[in-house]
């Protein structure tokens, strides 16, 4: 089976070292990769966002499964493009992700929480506002309870969310999205949310159409600092399982959230195929959706792909053709710790081209190192993005794989290396309780 896989992030490494351990596995294309892919498979110069391009590459390659690793090609109208495109030619690519209305989860804020109230979606209250209507945000604000919680209505590459508590600061931000461009045409519309008070969880399922499983649960640390201080980055680390989704919790998350989910885009004449991202908070126990995603999170991927003991491969093609209630899911019962290893200066300015040297020699078995924001440049493998390697090790429990992973961590080294080292240790009471 040759298979391309769209991307070059943490995630995509993490599906090439699956897809290259399946027993039907062939031949991999990654566009455009990383270095850490080029050990997967062929690393392809494509752009995933010309469709045309990828679709030829597709023909010539003769490609059987095509997946879309990250949102942009997805929210692109990939999938329906290449549906076309098959029954135009008669070519009979699968491809493993949903189409562009089921995108629209992650591609609209406002599209998502229309959905939500629509279906019976426990959520945030919300209302939008463009620059037709900016005028009225003062006292829709008011009627809030800070903190605010301002999101850019499209993708912006996970940075569009600004919370504040100062009600004048909340003002002039909402300013500078909508009229000012702050994340350019991503905040021409504004979602604002009340803020819900809790823990977050993501909660990440699989559908084929017709079914749906729910595949794990993880954390993801967003804060650049210990502590979850400073500001928002891509995501410093994941912990998988999370302890407190236990079973009272996860039963709630589907026969409220993931279930009316699957059923209300079937009804909309869209029935979801792919991965599914819930991004919840736990409010006293009651989850709510925060955001959807259409495609698996990085850095949760990387913690939760250690775990997935079924064979990729066989996941995939469940979902682009359907039996993915007939599919053996097994997953690993210990704790997954991944750390993300970043550039100085991350997230703001960060130089590239950084020679990076790991010393494999003292790997323990289950640990895993997924590049990332990496390059190979005359032989050596540089640096080339804010979030450049991540390092997952599996353990009994919290503590213990992450203690792993932080020493799996000294063994990758880079000028201005920078990395959190308490991924998870909030969540050793949850785990405390649960034993």
């Not at 690393?43 to 095509?66: A, Q, W």
């Not at 945030?124 to 506002?129: G, N, V």
């Not at 009627?143 to 919370?163: E, R």
């Not at 990332?372 to 353990?395: D, F, P, Q, W």
Request: with cysteine.
């Amino acid at each position: 089976m040759n298979i391309l896989l769209l991307g070059s992030g943490g995630r995509e490494h993490a599906f090439s070292r699956a897809i290259n351990q399946s027993k039907h596995f062939s031949r991999l294309f990654i566009a455009p990769g990383n270095a850490g892919t080029s050990n997967c498979g062929e690393n392809v110069d494509l752009n995933p966002l010309k469709l045309d391009e990828v679709y030829s590459f597709c023909v010539e390659n003769k490609i059987d499964l095509l997946i879309p690793g990250n949102e942009d090609p997805l929210v692109a109208g990939i999938v329906d493009f290449i549906e076309s495109k098959n029954l135009e030619f008669g070519t009979s690519i699968k491809v493993a992700g949903p189409n562009k209305f089921c995108a629209q989860l992650e591609g609209s804020k406002d599209f998502a929480k229309a959905f939500m109230v629509k279906n019976a979606i426990p959520t945030a209250l919300y209302k939008t506002f463009d620059a037709t209507n900016i005028h009225e945000s003062e006292d829709y604000l008011k009627t809030l309870t800070p903190p605010y919680v301002l999101k850019a209505d499209g993708l912006a590459a996970g940075k569009g969310v600004i919370i504040t508590s100062n009600f004048q600061e909340a003002v002039d931000t909402l300013n500078e999205m909508i009229l000012g461009g702050m994340f350019g045409s991503a905040s021409k519309s504004v979602v604002i949310e009340e803020f819900l008070d809790g823990i977050e969880i993501s909660v990440f399922a699989i559908g084929d159409g017709e079914n749906y499983r729910i595949l794990a649960s993880a954390k993801d640390y967003k804060r650049i600092f210990d502590g979850d201080l400073g500001p928002n980055t891509g995501g410093m680390g994941a912990i998988s399982p999370v302890p407190f989704a236990d079973e009272v919790f996860m039963s709630k998350v589907e026969n409220e959230i993931i279930k009316p989910t699957f059923e209300g885009l079937r009804k909309e004449g869209n029935p979801f195929k792919g991965f599914l991202f819930l991004g919840l908070m736990n409010v006293a126990g009651q989850p709510k959706v925060i955001e959807y995603n259409v495609r698996m999170g990085d850095p949760e991927t990387e913690a939760i792909f250690p775990r997935l003991k079924t064979d990729m491969i066989e996941m995939l093609l469940a979902i682009a053709d359907g039996g993915v209630d007939q599919l053996a899911l097994e997953i690993d019962n210990r704790t997954a710790a991944t750390i993300f290893l970043v550039s100085g200066g991350y997230p703001g300015d960060i130089e590239k081209g950084k020679i990076i040297q790991i010393d494999e020699t003292k790997n323990k078995e289950n640990q895993f190192i997924y590049h990332a924001g990496t390059k190979l440049t005359n032989g050596e493998i540089v640096t080339n993005g804010g979030r450049v390697i991540a390092v997952t090790s599996l353990n009994s429990d919290i503590k213990s794989a992450l203690s792993d992973s932080n020493e799996l961590a000294e063994l990758i080294n880079f000028d201005g290396k920078f990395y959190r080292r308490d991924i998870g240790l909030d969540l050793l009471k949850y785990e405390n309780e649960s034993i």
